[in-house]
């Protein structure tokens, strides 16, 4: 029952076909605030899109993956800046992310990358990113293109 | 005492590299690092290399002499560090206003194979008026980096792309060409312009 605040309005049907369903450990109570990415000049440089992931549940949860149909291939990097001021993105490790706290994806260490666009990023439309997680959960947002300058979700 | 600090570091060589070992050292040990740290960007007038603007201008060097002048590499490519950085420096600009209006902004490209004066020319004209792309030959790019001691590589992506390791600091340097003093990647904004506030500063020092 430490559940509860979540199966609000749920009815008893509903409840005992979601116990009966596979259960994911943790995925479920993960939300992700402030997506936002910025608009590309057409397909062939990769995009990147920001967000906070939060894990208000009870459970450790590890994100592990990224789909879309806006990319052939999305992947979390991470940027990295070295002593010297250079900086180098790799595709970063998976991410465990322990209950309540939050990973935040901004601009200049954790994104979104998304290589191989299909189509161009354009400024004011939206595209859906999922976002799997390692008990088999997966969590859906719909991600606010801003414009090439953009500094934040605010902006 | 920052700025007698900066001074200082300038006229003494090893004095900087002590200065850079004893700010970095601690974050030093990260897959990449370290190169040969602690090297100062040559002064403008000391540089030596020939590239085109975003409007096609013959451009080098000497264009920057005569104003204050701020430097940055990247590639038009890069999804996170340049477009953030481009975006930085567009809000100082925004933030200085008519303080910066005399001002040099230089974005050169370390992928000059991609970023031709026309992708150049599009990709800053996303940014602030102020921000000019410069691109040219492969040497002279090479050429332009060794000069302000930047470095970049060239690295494979998965799927046959690739994309560019560079230095992402800012280059501030005063209406002589002689540099004044960098801005780190991930500096704050209350830290950023004063910096070039003193760019420009010494500029006005610089003439009298
Ligand atoms: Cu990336």
Redesign the interface.
Known sequence: MNKLPYINGLTLVLLLSAMSAPAFAGSEDVVVENAWS?AS?GV?????AYMTVHNTGEDTVTLTGLTTPLA??P?I?E????????????PADEITIEPGQSVALE??GL?A????LQNPMIEGETFPLTLTFSDGGEVTVEVPIL?????GPES | MQRRHVVQYGAAGVGAVALMLGVGWWRADGPGAPKPAGQRPLPLSAMDFRLTDHEGNEVGPETLIGRPTMVFFGFTYCPDVCPTTLSDISGWLEDLGDEAAQMNVVFITVDPERDTVEAMAEYVGYFHPAIRGWTGPANQVARAAEGFRASYERVPAEGGDYTMNHTASVFLFDAKGELVTMIDYHEPREFAVPKIRRALKEDVEGVT
């Not at chain 1, 940027?79 to 790799?90: E, H, I, L, Q, Y």
């Not at chain 1, 990358?113 to 191989?116: A, E």
């Open positions: 910025r000049i062939n440089r990769p995009g990147a052939v291939m992947q990097h940027t990295k800046t070295n002593a010297d001021g250079v900086s180098s993105m790799a601009p200049g994104h990358m998304l290589m191989k414009g090439i300058a953009a500094r």
